[in-house]
């Protein structure tokens, strides 16, 4: 009778060590709490506004950060012919949300399986998303300070977009906008982090 010797594991499917999948876990409920805060927060400072303006992008909606700023926000807009920001037409509010808890539940999923492969494809995918999330925010920021009404704009200066940073500060006209995350945004970079770490550098079980 011929022995055959078993064919070793292949390193990518085989478990990591407990605590690799426990803080695998960690970034996929820190990833699922992100919704319950705001991701990124757009401000505006001028001479005429020393509080400041300023709104929350939430995974599913857009608030102004004091009481009455989206409304104030969208006034100083019509002045000089940018659109109104309205929540309820912005398609990407509808899905970003159950799409940030699915990835979080499977990574969840992906934590209790332990293997290597599972959890570098989430990782991976995560960061793709980001990617492509940033994109579209900056796709939109593009669209919302290049597509100006100037036929009715109150307000015209040749020339003159309003294009708000993606990360960081500018200047528009007399005002200062800021853009950069919010809680909910700083949550879901650091399960992002920690999830491409745990997948790339954790060592299989003995």
Request: glycine letters at 12%.
């Given at each position: 009778m011929v022995l055959q010797t078993p064919r070793p594991t292949s390193p990518s499917l085989m478990k990591v060590s407990r605590n690799a999948r426990l803080l695998f876990a960690l970034a996929s409920v820190a990833l699922g709490s992100a919704v319950?805060?705001?991701?990124?927060?757009?401000?505006l400072t001028a001479p005429q506004y020393p509080e400041g303006l300023g709104m929350y992008i939430w995974a599913h909606t857009v608030a102004g950060v004091g009481p009455n700023d989206l409304q104030n926000i969208n006034g100083l807009n019509h002045y000089i012919g940018?659109?109104?920001?309205?929540?309820?037409?912005i398609p990407e509010l509808r899905v970003m949300r159950p799409g940030i808890l699915a990835m979080a539940a499977l990574g969840l999923l992906v934590a209790w399986m332990g293997r290597r492969a599972f959890m570098r494809t989430w990782a991976v995918l995560l960061l793709v998303?980001?990617?492509?999330?940033?994109?579209?925010?900056?796709?939109w920021e593009y669209d919302y300070g290049h597509n100006l009404d100037l036929e009715h704009a109150p307000i015209k200066v040749p020339g003159m977009t309003y294009q708000p940073p993606l990360i960081g500060s500018k200047a528009l006209l007399n005002f200062t906008a800021t853009?950069?995350?919010?809680?909910?945004?700083?949550?879901?970079?650091?399960?992002?982090?920690?999830?491409?770490?745990?997948a790339f550098r954790a060592r299989e079980q003995a």
């Open positions: 319950l805060f705001p991701l990124w927060r757009v401000s940018m659109q109104r920001i309205e929540p309820d037409a998303s980001a990617l492509v999330g940033l994109a579209d925010f900056w796709r853009s950069l995350p919010a809680t909910g945004g700083v949550l879901a970079l650091g399960a992002m982090v920690l999830g491409l770490g745990v």
